[in-house]
């Protein structure tokens, strides 16, 4: 759940950056979740001048962490994908690493966010090998092939 009600305001607040994350306490409050639920959807937004009513708070959890990487290891899997010609079908951990390393490919993914997996006991290669074939799950359902 967590995952998929991050953005849950994008729609509503993409045209001012400064405002993600504003709406989203009210909405999920609207729909009956939980202030424990709010709060660890939040943290995705924790630390990114971006996002000032954030920018100051640190994750500190794990779910917090989880939901942070998770986030942001899709997009580095997303670029890397078009960058193939739309092609997850055949991604590996290794190629993945490769682009990880390279930070003038897709710059602005943070590879720190990505490394608070590390906090969960997992390796960046397990999480790499973790995060492809999640998302091969759904290939057809996120444009890819």
């Known amino acids: 759940m967590l995952g998929l009600l991050h953005d849950v305001d994008w729609g509503i607040t993409k045209e001012d950056v400064s405002t993600h994350l504003t ?3 009210e909405i999920l409050e609207d729909a ?3 202030n424990e639920f709010i709060e660890n959807i939040l943290s995705h937004g924790y630390g990114f001048s971006e ?3 954030l920018a100051d708070k640190k994750r500190t959890e794990k779910i917090e962490h989880a939901l942070a990487a998770s986030e942001t290891i899709t997009g ?3 670029a890397y994908a078009l960058m193939r010609g739309k092609r997850i079908s055949d991604m590996d951990s290794h190629g993945l690493k490769k682009k990880f ?3 003038t490919f897709a710059a602005k993914i943070s590879r720190e966010v990505i490394m608070e ?3 969960l006991g997992i390796s960046l290669d397990e999480f790499f090998q973790i995060a492809i074939d999640g998302i091969k799950n759904i290939k057809e359902q996120v444009g890819l092939s």
């Open 23 to 25: 709406k989203m306490p």
């Open 32 to 34: 009956g979740f939980g």
């Open 51 to 53: 996002l000032p009513h």
């Open 76 to 78: 580095l899997i997303h």
């Open 101 to 103: 390393k390279d930070r």
């Open 117 to 119: 997996i590390e906090n």
